[in-house]
């Protein structure tokens, strides 16, 4: 084992410095974290999910204890298991290393590694937190919350990987983890410092945010810095709103995050598969296959994401954006969502009502989808595609 791990860490070393020295501009030239690179026109989320029983799901359900009671889907009497046997297979991308948790530890020797979100992204969290965790001896690692943050210490690799709860990002009067009072939500449109200042001196960032922008309504919006929320506040369509506050995110990263050092990942919007009566998730056990995939996310809102953070930003941002491009393969797992078979707020699906109406079309049961999420989160930040590079 040694062995191997000795020469990948050999073999960033150079990159590493290269990424170190950095260019005129600040750019690095090699991204920080990369040990090598997918092939060029790779894009990890563009694929096919193939049944696989002997190698997935990669971790039990019982097995891992940092999942909750809102996820664990056996536990809460879920009938059926096939949709933890199905693995991602990008296409167009070789043989792309597997995900091999001891090489990410030692990856992550002396670094803090933070997701900041919603509810999805603190899925993918604890996904990786289970994904890890067996490689690390149960005595040299811990795990605690305290209110937005969370953090999982990893004490032998002297490394931390956090989550910090912030489901638009920026400031709102719904950011309390429980009560969310979504009716009269206004969101502060000035700099992010309630929030960010946890953020700061992060070495792997990894954010979400698009559910809370979905609910259908035009969105309040606090201008200036002022604290009385009664003031100045306008309304806009979620879509202006969206893109104003990733716009403050982006200003964010590019004055506060060294690219030589950090490497910044946004992972895309993860689809619901439809909500209330029609909910088309409700006892489905298979995905969708091939091109009869519908549509679940809104498109405007990924054009957005795209604008702001994609492509186009990467030539000329300080900070190149890792997209981790989630949105089509899960919009594929109609079957793999929590439906009745979880406990939210004290309310068991197995022990209370299980129709189709109380479905749960949004969040994922783990082992899951999530545990791909973190395959293209690996790819991306070990191995990243000359378009991620691009300088
Ligand atoms: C993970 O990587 C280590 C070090 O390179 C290697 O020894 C080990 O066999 C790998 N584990 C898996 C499951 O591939
Ligand atoms: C992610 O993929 C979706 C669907 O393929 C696409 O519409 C969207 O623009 C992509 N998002 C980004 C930020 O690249």
């Given at each position: 084992m040694a062995k191997t791990l000795l020469a990948i860490l050999a073999l960033a070393a150079p990159f590493l410095l290269a990424a170190a020295q950095g260019e005129g501009g600040g750019r690095p030239e090699r991204l920080p974290f990369a040990v090598g690179a997918s092939p060029e026109?790779?894009?990890?989320?563009?694929g096919e999910w193939v049944r696989d029983e002997a190698a997935r799901p990669l971790y039990e359900e019982a097995s891992c204890p940092y999942i909750p009671q809102e996820l664990t889907c056996q536990a809460h009497g879920r009938p059926d298991a096939a949709y933890q046997n199905w693995r991602w297979q990008p296409r167009g991308c070789g043989e792309l290393p597997s995900f091999n948790a001891t090489v990410m530890l030692e990856m992550l020797r002396g670094k803090r590694m933070l997701f900041v979100g919603d509810s999805l992204n603190r899925g993918q969290y604890v996904s990786l937190l289970c994904l890890l965790?067996?490689?690390?001896?149960?005595?040299s690692r811990s795990f605690e919350t305290i209110d937005a943050l969370s953090i999982f210490r990893a004490k032998d690799y002297d490394a931390t990987i956090e989550f910090y709860w912030a489901p638009l990002l920026a400031e709102s009067n719904s950011d309390a983890a429980v009560e969310?009072?979504?009716?009269e939500r206004v969101i502060r449109g000035a700099p992010m410092d309630r929030h960010s200042r946890f953020w700061k001196g992060a070495d792997v960032l990894v954010f979400n945010s698009y559910l809370w922008w979905t609910t259908g309504t035009k969105i309040q919006i606090l201008r200036g810095?002022?604290?009385?929320?009664?003031?100045d506040i306008v309304e806009m369509p979620a879509e202006e709103a969206y893109r104003l506050v990733l716009h403050q995110v982006a200003n964010w990263l590019d004055a506060n995050v060294d690219p030589s050092k950090s490497r910044v990942l946004f992972v895309t919007a993860s689809p619901t598969h439809g909500g209330g009566k029609g909910n088309d998730c409700y006892g489905q056990k298979t995905p969708i296959t091939g091109d009869e995939h519908a549509s679940y996310t809104s498109r405007a809102m990924l054009k957005v994401a795209d604008e702001v953070l994609g492509g186009s930003r990467s030539r000329r941002a300080v900070v190149p954006v890792g997209v981790v491009n989630v949105t089509r393969m899960s919009e594929y797992r109609r079957d793999a969502h929590t439906q009745v078979y979880r406990e939210q707020w004290g309310k068991t699906g197995v022990a209370g009502k299980q129709e189709q109406s109380d479905a749960d079309c949004t969040h994922w049961c783990l082992p899951g989808v999530p545990d791909a999420w973190n395959e293209l989160l690996y790819w991306k930040l070990f191995f990243p595609a000359a378009d991620d590079q691009a300088l």
């Open positions: 026109g790779c894009d990890v989320g563009v965790h067996r490689a690390i001896p149960e005595g969310h009072r979504l009716e810095a002022d604290n009385d929320m009664s003031k």
